[in-house]
């Protein structure tokens, strides 16, 4: 019964590059978290400790800020990109690079009613995220290409209920027709193959520069759904969320959504004398629900390790 | 030589309340998160273990709910005040209290161009903060309100030096005409006595519900000064910024402002052939400095134990 | 082309149990952070916001609860299989359920020399982790177990070294005989079939009661192994400490590890006329290098669903 | 009505020095976090820009690096003290100068029964904490020294009681003479004036490398008191706790101590025909009670700025 090397990779996670750019009187900025992870011909250094194969992680991060420099002008999924596929062609042990990239946004301090051209003021907690999966095969590498957002938090007032399900013997949960609906969405959309990895055969939407007008609109319609569907459940929002996202753009194969169901408990007042018909609640932090779901295309091609993140390995 | 108490204090932390207005087809929601921590007559409490003078934290707690239901409706200064004063005025063993609120603020979901009736979604990380504190004393209570801001995060990519320090063995700072100066602002401004303990004599800018127009108005002049002074050090810019906040609301006394300097590394890319003219930089997470400073009126009023918060206490 | 829904899981994360075992005059302290995750016929609450075969997070909670008292008295890893075996058995929508178990420990307070029965102190940033999977099939159930630790902290002052690197036009990273090497060790170990899910057919080690004792050695020679292994590159020294595990433990088909290599960077003193020698060093928190493998049997039965947790999900 | 500055102070938070003793084949580690902050004659930086008074605080972690060569072999206390006294003494414009230092603990790797020579793994979630103040005066600076741990986490599961408290409309907790009690503890303690800033004049204990054994005394003492004190209240065993460790120590004038009640809900689990006899609860986040208090001896020295930690500033 022999003992084998299984699945690794490794890479340099968390380069906090920002990337300045001054070439005119206003200023603009980029804030970014870098990750790259390697998988390959890397076994030696395992099993015997032999390096030569070995990129540093030094030199990842290295070449992210060099990249930065040199690449660093479009949308985060181009950066990331360009780094996959430069880790692939150029490093001839790589057999498959992921870049995992989130921005934070920056808005311009508004001084006077106009944006000040160099002075900036984080805009919000949300971050979106790119990443990038080039994989060397028989005919050329394939490309995967997810884009999303996280920490987008968002609550409804009213428009939610919980009503109808199962119960048993551990159920004590009371059926309610009004509550509180309240979490932080993580979303993730995969793009179809043409997009990523064929330039010759874009989709419709257009060059590769879009990526930050799907960004935009699907953030816009993930939000709307949430506002204008009436919830029976957190599944079915994000059902409907994700369906909208994918209705209104093609070039989507899949998108995943993840959301915690952020409690909001009615107190209960009457022991003072107080009503309380939806009014003062109590914003728990933990348990929380957790609900998960992909929404994706009949004929999505195959996901291949586009969801296979550094933090899924263990 | 004895062994005696010395200061102590007591309170309940983090009681997160959320409020609904739902009173009409446009509902408000305001997202808090309360301390109340009480001083007074509860020696016997350490010393013996008798706790008939010891109103329970949990009893706080559940007053800050109530109250979210009663006397929820104004801003966060004048919730603070009015509990703060309930416990001084109600409780016989308590001789101060003091309140201190943080307000997560929610934007309306845009749903075709207008704001959703009933959907919201979080206003960026930016928390705004208001502590009241009441003292019983001979002629009555006094009182002290501050209001503030914390994780206010900015940037500017240039318009920020820092020159002509001093040197001492240890310093190997090169000086720079040039730099990205970058921070989180925690502010808290400090209302002359006459706002907060004496409704008679109100200052000039209007009743209570005056507190969200100077919330809005100062957190406005600081990015608006950290925008536009020319910064020769992060001190100098903090000082402008506090300069500015009093010189436009006489009804502050002091403002403190606190705010680590972010550091961004430019990064050497000469190694790889590239030029850096601050484009690309490292933002570091450890060591940063540290700058803080006051900026008062020479008759400001004492600030008696307006400072003195649970977090400052060991 | 239709729109479909893909994988989908619900659950309760993080409900905090604790659990005290008041028997004799010693007290007992299961301290545990639980999250349970089901996937099956669901696709109607996604859908039509039909909820007739979703069990409430709500009622998973409750049962993580009402288990802790019923079948608490064992190691973490039987509580989770008896929970997950729970819900696919008795909840007739669920066709494959993940129980999740981070357990902080105590140790007792030492009192003149002995173990005080009642008083305990939490024992280190350590967490032992245990992970159940049981998922419905054709001929019944099959389970996946996995136990684990992380945040298992260690650094080596000598012994490590990282040499004979591939280089490439952005490599600068100096090559070192002698580093510090420190990291944040997660380990998570799976059981072989025979254990999980065949009570009749148990490994050697014997009874489910070994948990625990495997969970001692494997964190014995893991640290012996990250002591021991001159190392190379953490790659090698993972590698090692995962087969000295294997090695050992025929009832362990696989094991992954994942460590981050924080960096501790040598200071430059020459300016302030001093030597470093391997002395004086900065931790640094960001980037870090991010090193991950999996060691396993050449024979190890399928992994099935047992790494899919829901931190992979999106 | 003119606008001043007020209080102002800035350093270097967050240095994270890494000390290797490597003269022998046993190693020794010191891992620390340093944060050093400055208060004199700054106006000027503040005012005009002009900074020829401000040593940089690149300046000041640079000096905490080499003076952990130069002067880092003994305890925390002293590493402080020396740095607070270099900037005092050797910088003009420094009129003050605080050293808050936190030690990460680490212990030997057991391998085969005996301590790994330079092989570690770290001891606990529990911080030690230094702090020296140095303050230039008339007659020669004036010293204060702070000795302390945090994140001292710690449970009781019987021995606790909370009744007879004070009810008023708001109250609704129920009485109870059986709860657990847990809480992480922070405590502080201040030393006399003599050990501080009279070498000639030191306290019965002996030199200064007894901070030490100070700190491992006052540690078991509050631990043991935690653990032995039948607890009425949080206050009093604090109390207890501070009490019992002045009464062994002379050098101390004061403790402080700061403990949030970490409340433990005893789940109901009658709905489930279970009995629930103290065995399972909850352990909740938020809110928490938070309970501090000071002892101290009746002829403490002034405690000037000691308790002045920038946490505290705003």
């Known amino acids: 019964m022999g003992i084998v090397l299984g699945a690794s990779q490794y890479g340099k996670a968390e380069s906090r590059v920002v990337r300045i750019y001054r070439d005119g009187p206003e200023h603009d900025i980029r804030d970014l978290n870098v990750s790259t992870s390697l998988r390959g011909d890397f076994d030696a250094a395992h099993l015997t400790g032999d390096q030569s194969k070995v990129l540093p992680t030094d030199t990842q991060k290295n070449t992210a800020y060099a990249y930065a420099k040199e690449h660093g002008a479009g949308e985060i999924e181009d950066y990331a990109l360009t780094l996959a596929r430069h880790f692939v062609a150029d490093v001839a042990p790589v057999r498959s690079a992921r870049v995992d990239v989130d921005e934070y946004r920056w808005d311009r301090i508004a001084v006077d009613g106009a944006g000040h051209p160099h002075a900036f003021v984080r805009a919000g907690q ?18 995967w290409v997810l884009s999303g957002l996280r920490d987008l938090v968002v609550l409804k007032s009213t428009g939610s209920e919980f009503r109808g399900f199962l119960r048993d013997r551990y159920t004590t949960l009371a059926e309610t027709a009004d509550r509180v609906l309240a979490t932080s969405v993580t979303a993730r959309w995969r793009y179809g193959a043409a997009r990523g990895d064929n330039p010759q055969n874009r989709p419709a939407i257009g060059p590769a520069g879009d990526w930050g007008a799907v960004y935009t609109s699907v953030r816009r319609i993930l939000l709307a759904r949430f506002a204008g569907v009436h919830s029976l459940a957190l599944q079915q929002t994000l059902w409907e969320m994700g369906r909208a996202a994918l209705a209104a753009h093609p070039e989507i194969a899949e998108i995943r959504l993840s959301a915690p169901n952020k409690h909001h408990f009615l107190v209960d007042l009457a022991p003072f004398g107080l009503e309380n018909p939806g009014e003062v609640f109590h914003a728990d932090d933990r348990p929380y629900g957790l609900i998960q779901c992909a929404v994706q295309r009949d004929d999505a091609p195959p996901a291949g390790p586009a969801w296979e993140s550094a933090a899924a390995f263990a």
Chains 1, 2, 3, 4 share one sequence.
């Open 126 to 143: 949300e971050i979106r995220t790119a990443s990038a999966v080039v994989e060397d095969g028989e005919g050329g590498p394939s490309t």
